[in-house]
């Protein structure tokens, strides 16, 4: 049985639909196709059966301040180092050997760190990854940020090598150096849309798992976690019902889940152990439906603030801050999708990193939401209009939406209202990430973003994968033979 708080399963991959319409409200980047194919192969199916994906190519544009024209990054690796040689020269062939690295660690990271539930680190460290110990030591303990300003000195280029670390939760100087391997994904794999939005890879999993016989309740708050013999013998509902289970697997936030959930006396992560933790960041969402065409958009287009640091800064250090010209992301899936916009028109929803802060306010539709969100999307509005040179855009929008921090908070009872999950910092990720199974109760298990292997649809899809891991008391590094049995 599957219990959700909210309407409609799925967590942070929502919909929104309004006068024609539909904005995904979560992850819109699908990266790491194989680490789909494998989870629906799992299932007795594939990717390929059940989303129909678009190649995008540009992979995404990029804008930065003081830069005259944008930059777009292509879905082939070799033009990508031919745009990294034009803007500097040398740069290309340093791009070459960043990526083919990448590529490694990636390898390295699908076979022996992403599916392990690190239990026996024996199968972690073998195949050869022990004798690369002493590099794989430098990639963790190295920022990527520094790791970057070797790689290439124009500030644009930094920035893009850079910018994975915020899909980690985190800032280039705070994120392993490690995490490297996600610009394989981006700049030599290629990014893809799933037809229909990401809402469809939600409704094709629900499907295939109602088809099995699980019976999914919507709107089944779980208020408590009841703990017999120290094993998890049931859950007890807002509504006041009271069931009895053999097991609990929990994919709501894991401090939510530990803090509310739990008796004190049964917490593996107490009150004084979140002091220590980063949150990650928060967002300010937009979805805007805009009238006319939109070229000087891609699918995916990022806006690079010149004081990066500033902006790292303002969200992350105490104190945190709205930072001042902020980075963001816009996607504009109605230029492949039909499905998502009237005729004639461009669904964009924008993304800006905020301090994981819920005092800074809850979204609201057409200006109704929180005075300091609203004021903040009507400056990152004129922001993309300015950069873009789309002189018209806020005249053109006629359906708006924000979503804040207290939403986060509210919807999905992320702690402090944080936008992905735990930030993967060098204390926050591999075995040194929360695991998924409480170390107090008995057949408790974790899944979802606060957990291992860490956030991104991905990532949580492997996360459910390591707790049937778990409850099969299977300690091996790599993926789950296919289909499941």
């Given at each position: ?37 494998h989870f629906f192969r799992l299932l007795g199916t594939s990717a390929t059966e059940q989303l129909d ?123 392993p150096s490690l995490y490297s391997l996600m610009s394989y994904l981006d700049l030599a794999d290629g ?254 298990f974790y899944a979802g973003s606060s957990t291992i292997p860490g956030v991104g649809l991905p990532m ?26």
């Amino acid at each position: 049985m599957l219990l959700e708080k909210n309407d409609a399963v799925g967590g942070r991959v929502g919909l929104w639909e309004r006068d024609g319409f539909r904005f995904d409200t979560g992850p819109s980047w699908y990266l790491m196709p194989e680490v789909f194919d494998h989870f629906f192969r799992l299932l007795g199916t594939s990717a390929t059966e059940q989303l129909d994906l678009v190649p995008l190519d540009p992979g995404y544009r990029v804008y930065a301040e003081g830069y005259a024209d944008p930059l777009d990054l292509h879905a082939d690796a070799e033009e990508n180092v031919a745009v990294f040689e034009r803007e500097e020269p040398g740069a290309g062939a340093r791009l070459r050997a960043y990526l083919a690295r990448s590529a490694e660690l990636y390898a390295i990271a699908k076979e022996h760190f992403l599916y392990t539930t690190f239990v026996r680190l024996g199968p972690v460290f073998g195949g050869g990854v022990l004798g690369k110990s002493t590099r794989l030591s430098r990639l963790l303990l190295e920022p990527l940020g520094a790791l970057t300003r070797r790689t290439v000195r124009d500030r644009r280029l930094r920035q893009i090598l850079g910018y994975p670390a915020v899909f980690l939760g985190a800032a280039p100087d705070t994120t392993p150096s490690l995490y490297s391997l996600m610009s394989y994904l981006d700049l030599a794999d290629g990014v893809r849309y799933p037809l229909g939005g990401f809402r469809t890879i939600i409704d094709r999993i629900a499907g295939l798992a109602e088809a099995e016989g699980v019976e999914v309740r919507t709107g089944a708050e779980v208020v408590r976690i009841r703990v017999d013999g120290g094993r998890a013998t049931g859950v007890d509902l807002a509504d006041g019902a009271r069931l009895d289970v053999d097991a609990v697997v929990s994919a709501a936030d894991l401090h939510h889940t530990e803090t509310r959930l739990l008796d004190a006396a049964h917490r593996t992560h107490p009150d004084r152990a979140w002091r220590r933790r980063n949150p990650g960041p928060s967002a300010l969402l937009i979805l805007l439906g805009v009238r006319g065409e939109l070229p000087e958009l891609q699918h995916h287009t990022l806006f690079f603030s010149r004081d990066w640091d500033a902006n790292f800064a303002a969200i992350f250090d105490d104190p945190t801050r709205i930072p001042d010209t902020p980075s963001l992301y816009v996607c504009k899936p109605s230029g492949v999708d039909p499905t998502v916009a009237p005729e004639g028109a461009e669904n964009l929803f924008v993304l800006v990193p905020l301090p994981a802060d819920p005092c800074l306010g809850r979204g609201g539709v057409d200006g109704e939401g929180a005075a300091l969100l609203e004021a903040l999307g009507d400056r990152v509005i004129a922001q993309i209009g300015s950069w873009a040179g789309i002189d018209d855009l806020a005249e053109r929008v006629v359906v708006r939406r924000t979503i804040g921090p207290a939403d986060f908070e509210s919807e999905f009872h992320a702690w402090r209202g944080g936008a992905l999950g735990l930030a993967h910092t060098l204390r926050q990720s591999a075995f040194f990430r929360p695991g998924d199974a409480s170390r107090t109760v008995a057949n408790l298990f974790y899944a979802g973003s606060s957990t291992i292997p860490g956030v991104g649809l991905p990532m949580c899809l492997i996360s459910a994968e390591l707790v049937v891991k778990r409850l099969r008391g299977d300690t091996s590094a790599g993926p789950l033979p296919e289909p499941l049995r």
